[in-house]
């Protein structure tokens, strides 16, 4: 995916095209976090927690090939936008202060309360 972004940088579409998919991507990231800490928090057995990190590789994996076949040509880009609405970053659930403190620092978190809160 990575050589394909030069050939899309700067031309109609391409922006919007980097960006969406930078953003799923992201999402994509976030929501295997997830799973992980449910396997670790035992909500999912491990079983559960391979056939969930397996389906979300395959969503990333269609998600690199749309750039690429953009990249080529194979698809058309989209229309470009005047403005790209931001996407808001998904919070992770956390149940115990030692769970938010494994997260990168700045990470949005959802804590045991309910109440959304951000990793010191």
């Given at each position: 995916?990575?050589?394909?972004?030069?050939?899309?940088?700067?031309?109609?579409?391409?922006?919007?095209?980097?960006?969406?998919?930078?953003?799923?991507?992201?999402?994509?990231?976030?929501?295997?976090?997830?799973?992980?800490?449910?396997?670790?928090?035992?909500?999912?057995?491990a079983?559960?927690?391979?056939?969930?990190?397996?389906?979300?590789?395959?969503?990333?994996?269609?998600?690199?090939?749309?750039?690429?076949?953009?990249?080529?040509?194979?698809?058309?880009?989209?229309?470009?936008?005047?403005?790209?609405?931001?996407?808001p970053?998904?919070?992770?659930?956390?149940?115990?202060?030692?769970?938010a403190?494994?997260?990168?620092?700045?990470?949005?978190?959802?804590?045991?309360?309910?109440?959304?809160?951000?990793?010191?």
């Amino acid at each position: 995916m990575k050589s394909s972004l030069p050939r899309l940088m700067n031309t109609p579409g391409g922006n919007a095209l980097i960006i969406d998919n930078l953003a799923t991507l992201q999402q994509n990231s976030m929501k295997r976090a997830d799973v992980a800490m449910r396997v670790q928090a035992g909500e999912l057995t491990a079983q559960q927690g391979i056939l969930a990190m397996r389906e979300l590789a395959k969503e990333a994996s269609g998600i690199n090939q749309t750039i690429r076949d953009a990249a080529i040509g194979r698809t058309p880009l989209p229309a470009p936008r005047q403005s790209a609405p931001r996407n808001p970053v998904a919070s992770i659930r956390v149940s115990t202060p030692e769970e938010a403190r494994r997260l990168p620092k700045g990470t949005r978190i959802i804590l045991p309360d309910g109440t959304p809160g951000v990793v010191p």
